[in-house]
């Protein structure tokens, strides 16, 4: 098993940045594709942004391509993303999410989750 911990959520104006973390514990960190997923206040949780085992290749929602980003550091068990330019539409509480599958597109292959941070974007 794989435990999640995010954290780095707050309250920020439109147009700053924040940058969350997701901590792993458990099973070998390397060998999971880490998605970010965020759900806003009577919407369903969607897809934000995934990076494969290596770190080599990113992928992006396009809601968030050229504000956010999305890394890792295995040597420190440990995923990022990178917020910037936020709009009030980034509100939601975002999650982390771990899964052995090539599949890491799709919300369904996850199957570890932390319990998620809250991001609030005040206009």
């Known amino acids: 098993q794989v435990q999640l911990v995010e954290s780095g959520g707050g309250l920020v104006q439109a147009g700053g940045s924040l940058r969350l973390s997701c901590a792993a514990s458990?099973?070998?960190?390397?060998?999971?594709?880490i998605g970010w997923f965020r759900q806003a206040p009577g919407k369903e949780r969607e897809f934000v942004a995934a990076i494969r085992r290596s770190g080599g290749s990113t992928y992006l929602a396009d809601s968030v391509k050229g504000r956010f980003t999305i890394a890792r550091d295995n040597a420190k068990n440990t995923a990022y993303l990178q917020m910037n330019s936020l709009k009030p539409e980034d509100t939601a509480v975002y999650y982390c999410?771990?899964?052995?599958?090539?599949?890491?597109?799709?919300?369904?292959?996850?199957?570890?989750w932390g319990q998620g941070t809250r991001v609030t974007v005040s206009s």
């Open positions: 458990g099973r070998t960190f390397s060998s999971y594709a």
């Open positions: 999410a771990a899964t052995a599958s090539d599949l890491f597109l799709r919300t369904a292959s996850y199957d570890y």
